[in-house]
């Protein structure tokens, strides 16, 4: 049998986004415990180790990821497209922003705030002339901790694989996934 080193622990639980205390109540243990553990201050016993990682195990298959959440169908718009495209899709979709694509890479985001600011006679504009930031990127295996702190910003997270575009998740899907 493996057994994981203090280190091995400390980096599967923050990879898993629980904290020491969550941990702790999971693996019928004190949270001190398993801070004297992570630190390499204390050898716990085989049978508290054995508890320890079977939480761990445990809540491995409770963690939900960016490859679960996300929509792979993306509604989006080139920089080159007219802002009249953009305008066109947004309405079609019912969203009141797009990611903007280039290539299969995210290179901004446009939305009706961008439009209402650009003036008169935007709609024969490019999407380059008054798109706004991209969107924040993370990859198929960002868990959901990692994803509700982007969008505390955001009103998107695009997910990336070796750059390009693979889906979107938007505060809504977090919204109805968690609730």
């Known amino acids: 049998m493996h057994l994981p080193t203090p280190q091995d622990l400390r980096e599967r639980r923050t990879t898993l986004g629980l904290t020491q205390r969550e941990l702790a109540d999971r693996a019928e243990v004190s949270q001190p415990l398993i801070a004297r553990i992570e630190g390499g201050d204390v050898d716990p016993r085989l049978s508290t180790l054995r508890r320890i990682v079977e939480a761990l195990e445990a809540a491995a298959g409770e963690v939900i990821r960016a490859e679960s959440l996300m929509h792979e169908t993306v509604v989006s718009v080139g920089p080159g497209d007219p802002v009249s495209l953009a305008v066109e ?3 079609e979709a019912g969203y009141s922003q797009l990611p903007v694509i280039e290539e299969g890479v995210p290179v901004g985001s446009i939305s009706d705030s961008d ?3 650009a003036g008169e006679a935007v709609g024969e504009k490019q999407v380059r002339e008054i ?7 993370v990859s198929p ?4 901790s990692e994803i509700r702190s982007l969008l505390e910003y955001y009103k998107a997270v695009m997910v990336t694989e070796d750059g390009t575009t693979v889906g979107i998740i938007t505060q ?8």
Not at 131 to 137: A, I
Not at 141 to 144: F, S
Not at 172 to 179: I, L
Request: no cysteine.
């Open 115 to 117: 439009v209402i600011q």
């Open 89 to 91: 899709r947004m309405q």
């Open 131 to 137: 798109m706004s930031e991209s969107f924040p990127t």
């Open 141 to 144: 295996d960002a868990v959901l």
């Open 172 to 179: 809504a899907d977090v919204a109805a996934r968690v609730s």
